[in-house]
C-alpha cells in the first residue's frame, strides 16, 4: 500500500460521514494499475487556474461551497477539478441549441449570478455577500429550476443541471467522499463475494448512524432545516427588495 | 452454469464464431497478437465491402462478411480498445468511452447525448451499455396495423428469430426461461441477484408482478476463453473482466481471424457517390491528420442514429443535393428515444446497489397495449444501479442541493433502484439535420429535435407509477423518480417503400444499389427493449441476404430487380 502519512486516514470532506474507520484508500492494493492512477491523482495537489478568470473565481467558489455544503475543510478541490475539465473542455460534447458550449455556458451563468447580486443587494458583488444571501440567490435559480421558468431567458433548469452536474461529478469522483458515503470505489479485479440485501464483504464498514434510534426522515427534516435556515431569512428579504424594485427578470 | 455444455454444440458455436475461444487465457484481456497479424488492405485495393462503424452492426456484419469470405474494411472513428490499458474501475474517468464531439439538442423535450446513449470505439455503445439483451416482441413489427400508431416493418419477428438465437448463443445470454412475447430459454443460466435485484423480486411478487432473472449478455461461469463475472457493478464504465458481452470481444476476434481489418481512428467524413453509375465508390476518411479514400465494391453505414444520418446527409453530390438516401425527405426523421424514468427506494436494510451487475432481473408484464388504457403500446421494467455520480442526479432532480443533498448520498447504501423503458413513438419532426456549427474537423454538427407526444408522456406516468407500486410493496419508506431518456434508434428506417424510410429490407438504400444502413437506425419501432441484440440480429440477418447474392453471382444491381 502506498505510504500514508498520520491523520490522513479515513478523511471525509467535512469530517462528515457514517462509515467510522472506513477508507477506500486502504483497499488501494487491490486495484488494477490504471485505475489506482486515475483515482490516486484526485489526492495531487490541483494545478493552478486555467479556465476562469479571478472574477469568475469569486462567483464559483462559493457557489459550488453552497451547491455541495462544503463549508469548512477539508474540502475536495471542486473548484479546481472543474477548472480542470474546463480548460481542456472534456464536456459530454452536447449542448442544448439556445445555450453554448459548457466551458461558455459557466462564464456567461456565472456572471448572470454576479448580476442578480447587484441587483438584489444594492450593487454588490456575489462574492461579497454573506452565505446566507448567496444561499438565497442559488435557491432562486433551483425554485425557477422547479418550476420551469427561464431565468435571464433561458430554461433555469438547465443552467441548474449545468451546475450541479459539474458539481457532483467533481465531488462524487474523490475517495473523500466514498469514504463519506461508504461506496468502496474501484472493484476490479477484485469484485466482491457476498451480494444481497444486508450483505457485507469484509472490506465494507457498516452504516453506524442507521443502527441508532434516529429515522432517516428525521436525518434528512433536520438536514433540510438546517439548509432551510441559511436560505429562507434572506430569501424573504430579497424578496421584499425584488418586490419593490417591481422587476422581473 | 452454462447450459451450452455439450461438445455437439460448442463445436456448432465455433463453426460460427469462435471469438471467445481466441482471447488469451493468461489473465490479460486483448490477443496482441491477433491484432499485430491483423490483414491490412491498401486504400487503393478495392475491397468487396467497407464499413462504417465498429459497434453492434458494424462488427458483426463484418464478422459474418469476413467468414463468407468477402474482403471486408472496418472503420471506427475511435481507438481499438485494450481493457487492462484503456479501462478504468471509476465511474468519473470512464469519460472517454463514450462520443463526446459537438452536438446540439433542441426541440420542447432534448434528449441529452454523452455517456447515456452513445458509443465511440471498436464496440460501440456496447461497452459501456448494462448488458441487458431481451428479444422484440412479435407485435413490435406491426405496431401500425394491431395499434393504429408508429409504423409497421418490412418484415416480421419469424425473419429475425433464427438470428435472435444465433447470437443469443453467441454472447452468450443468460436468464430464465422468458415467458412474454414469443417464449423462449437463453443458453446460459440466470445470475445470483443482489441486494437491488431482490428488492425488486420481493416488491414486485408482493404486487402481483411478474419478474424473471435476466436476460443479460454476460456468460454465467466461463465462456470460451472469457473469465466469468466477479459482480464487480462497473457495467457501464466497460467491462475489464471480458464477461459482458461486447463485439470487441464477441465478434472481432472472429472477424480478424478470417481477414477482416479492423481500421480505428479513422473519422468517415463523406461516402463518395459516382452520379453517372449510381454507385458509392468507396468513402473518405481522416486518420492522423490525413485525408484518405478507401475505395470498396460496397459501403455499408453503421454509424447509429445520429451520426448515420448525419454522414449521409455530408455526402451530398449533384444528383442526390439533399443527402444520400434522402430523396423522399426521410433520413434522419422519426428517431427514437425511449422514456426511461428510474425509481429509487429507501430500506432500512443496506442495499448496496453497487455491488452485482446493474442488470439484474427484468418484467415485460406491461409490454403490451393494453385495450382499457388511453395509450398504446408499454414499456418493461428491470433494475438499475446508478454509482455515486449518477446517484446524485437523482437527487438533485428531487430539487435537493446542499445540506440535504449531502445527507441523502450519505444514505447511498440503503437505496434500491429500477428503471422503466417505456415505448415512446416514432414521430416525423424527431430528426437529425446539419447545424451552422462546425466540428474541429470543420464538418457541420448534427441538431437532435426532439417533442414528445400525448402517448409517450402517458406511458411514462403509467410507468413511474407502477414501479413506486413495487418499491412501496417491498417496503420502502420513501420513493423518488427521476425523468430520463435511455437509448436510440431510428433516423434511417427500414421501409417497404421509399415513400416511407430510407432502406428496403435488405437495409439497402433507396436508389443506390450498392450503399446499405445496418446499425439502430434502420428500426421503424423500439418497443419497450433494450436494443443491443435486437441490431446485431439485423446485422447478422443483413449479412446472411448479402452473403447469399452475392453466392448466386448477382450485382447489387440485378439483386434490386430480382
Redo the contacts between chains.
Keep these: 500500500m502506498p505510504f500514508r502519512p498520520p491523520h490522513r486516514h479515513g478523511v471525509t470532506p467535512q469530517g ?3 462509515f467510522p474507520g472506513f477508507d477506500v484508500l486502504d483497499s488501494v492494493d487491490a ?2 494499475d ?2 489506482a492512477g ?2 490516486l491523482r484526485r489526492l495531487a495537489h490541483p494545478a493552478d487556474l486555467a479556465f476562469f478568470t479571478p472574477h469568475e473565481v469569486s462567483v464559483a467558489a462559493p457557489l459550488l461551497d ?4 462544503q463549508d469548512e475543510e477539508p474540502r475536495v478541490p471542486v473548484l479546481e477539478l472543474l477548472d480542470e475539465r474546463l480548460a481542456v473542455g ?9 445555450l453554448p ?1 459548457d466551458g461558455e455556458a459557466w462564464r456567461r451563468t456565472l456572471a448572470w449570478l454576479d448580476d442578480d447580486a447587484a441587483e438584489r443587494f444594492d450593487g454588490a458583488r456575489f462574492a461579497e455577500l454573506d452565505a446566507g444571501r448567496q ?1 438565497a440567490l ?1 435557491q432562486d435559480v ?1 425554485t425557477r429550476s ?1 418550476e420551469g421558468q427561464k431565468w435571464h431567458g433561458v430554461s433555469a433548469e438547465r443552467v441548474w ?1 449545468l451546475w ?2 459539474y458539481a ?2 467533481a ?3 474523490h475517495p473523500w ?2 469514504n ?4 468502496p ?8 463475494l ?8 469484509h472490506w ?1 464498514v ?2 453506524s ?2 443502527r441508532r434510534p434516529t ?3 428525521e ?2 427534516e433536520s ?2 432545516r ?2 432551510a435556515a ?1 436560505v429562507e431569512r434572506h430569501h424573504r428579504a430579497h424578496l421584499r427588495a425584488h418586490h419593490r424594485e417591481g422587476g422581473t427578470r | 452454469m452454462s447450459r451450452l455444455q455439450s461438445p455437439r454444440s460448442e463445436r456448432e458455436l465455433r463453426a460460427r464464431n469462435d471469438s471467445a475461444w481466441l482471447l488469451p487465457t493468461d489473465g490479460s484481456r486483448t490477443n496482441h497478437r491477433l491484432r499485430d497479424d491483423m490483414r491490412r488492405f491498401d486504400d487503393a485495393d478495392e475491397v468487396d465491402l467497407v464499413v462504417v462503424g465498429a459497434g453492434a452492426g458494424g462488427s458483426v456484419l463484418t464478422q459474418r462478411l469476413a467468414r463468407a469470405g468477402w474482403r471486408v474494411v472496418c472503420l471506427d472513428a475511435g481507438p481499438f480498445w485494450d481493457p487492462d490499458a484503456d479501462w478504468v474501475s471509476d465511474e468519473r474517468g470512464s469519460h472517454t468511452l463514450y462520443w463526446t464531439d459537438p452536438r446540439q439538442i433542441g426541440g420542447s423535450d432534448p434528449v441529452p447525448m454523452g455517456s447515456n446513449n452513445s458509443g465511440r470505439g471498436v464496440g460501440g455503445s456496447m461497452v459501456h451499455y448494462a448488458g441487458y439483451t431481451p428479444r422484440f416482441h412479435p407485435s413490435d413489427f406491426s405496431v401500425l396495423s394491431d395499434d393504429g400508431v408508429g409504423a409497421d416493418w418490412p418484415i416480421a419477428y419469424t425473419d429475425l428469430r433464427p438470428f435472435y438465437e444465433a447470437i443469443e448463443q453467441e454472447l452468450p445470454v443468460a436468464g430464465q426461461d422468458w415467458p412474454w412475447g414469443d417464449p423462449h430459454s437463453y443458453p446460459h443460466s440466470p445470475h445470483p441477484v443482489g441486494g437491488n435485484g431482490e428488492i425488486f423480486q420481493r416488491g414486485a411478487l408482493a404486487a402481483g408482478i411478474e419478474t424473471r432473472v435476466g436476460p443479460v449478455a454476460i456468460a454465467n461461469g466461463r465462456f470460451g476463453h472469457r473469465s466469468h463475472c466477479i459482480y464487480r457493478g462497473f457495467c457501464l464504465q466497460g467491462c475489464k473482466v471480458n464477461a459482458k458481452a461486447s463485439p470487441l470481444i464477441t465478434h472481432v476476434p472472429d472477424a480478424l481471424a478470417h481477414g477482416a481489418e479492423i481500421r480505428p481512428d479513422s473519422m468517415v467524413t463523406r461516402v463518395v457517390v459516382d452520379d453517372e453509375s449510381g454507385r458509392a465508390t468507396g468513402v473518405t476518411y481522416l486518420r492522423r491528420g490525413r485525408e484518405h479514400f478507401q475505395r470498396a465494391r460496397a459501403v455499408a453505414v453503421a454509424g447509429y442514429s445520429i451520426e448515420t444520418p448525419r454522414l449521409l446527409l455530408l455526402s451530398p453530390t449533384e444528383r442526390y443535393a439533399a443527402g444520400l438516401g434522402n430523396d423522399t425527405d426521410q433520413l434522419g426523421r422519426y428517431l427514437m428515444v425511449q422514456g426511461a424514468p428510474q425509481t429509487s427506494g429507501r430500506f432500512e436494510d443496506e442495499i448496496r446497489a453497487y455491488k452485482a451487475p446493474p442488470p439484474e432481473v427484468s418484467s415485460e408484464q406491461f409490454y403490451e397495449t393494453d385495450p382499457t388504457k388511453p395509450y398504446r403500446r408499454g414499456w418493461s421494467i428491470q433494475n438499475v444501479s446508478p454509482l455515486p455520480i449518477t446517484w446524485a442526479e437523482h437527487v438533485v432532480a428531487q430539487g435537493h442541493w446542499g445540506a440535504p443533498l449531502r445527507e441523502y448520498l450519505r444514505d447511498f447504501v440503503h437505496w434500491a433502484t429500477i428503471g422503466a423503458l417505456c415505448e415512446f413513438l416514432p414521430q416525423p419532426a424527431n430528426r437529425v439535420t446539419l447545424a451552422d456549427e462546425k466540428d474541429r474537423h470543420g464538418l457541420p454538427i448534427a441538431h437532435f429535435s426532439y417533442s414528445q407526444c400525448d402517448n409517450d408522456r402517458m406511458l411514462t406516468q403509467a410507468a413511474t407509477e407502477s414501479m413506486e407500486a413495487i418499491l412501496k410493496a417491498a417496503g420502502a419508506s420513501e420513493v423518488m423518480t427521476i425523468d430520463r431518456y435511455a437509448h436510440l434508434v431510428g433516423g434511417a428506417r427500414m421501409a417497404a417503400r421509399a415513400e416511407d424510410g430510407v432502406v428496403d429490407a435488405d437495409h439497402r438504400v433507396f436508389g443506390i444499389p450498392n450503399l446499405y444502413v445496418v446499425d439502430g437506425s434502420v428500426l421503424p419501432t423500439q418497443g419497450s427493449a433494450n436494443p443491443a441484440l435486437t441490431i446485431m440480429a439485423l446485422a447478422a440477418r443483413a449479412a446472411d441476404r448479402l452473403a447469399a447474392q452475392a453466392r448466386r453471382g448477382l450485382t447489387e444491381q440485378q439483386a434490386v430487380r430480382a
Design positions: 462528515r460521514g457514517r486495484w488494477d490504471v485505475t486515475v483515482v453552497l451547491l455541495l455544503d472534456e464536456t459530454d460534447g452536447w449542448h442544448y441549441d439556445d458550449e444561499a442559488a433551483q422547479s443541471s450541479t452536474r457532483c461529478t465531488f462524487y469522483s467522499a466514498w463519506e458515503i461508504g461506496f470505489g474501484p472493484a476490479y479485479p477484485r469484485g466482491y457476498n451480494v444481497g440485501v444486508g450483505a457485507r464483504d465494507e457498516a452504516d448512524v442507521d429515522p432517516f426522515a436525518r434528512v438536514a433540510r438546517e439548509h441559511l
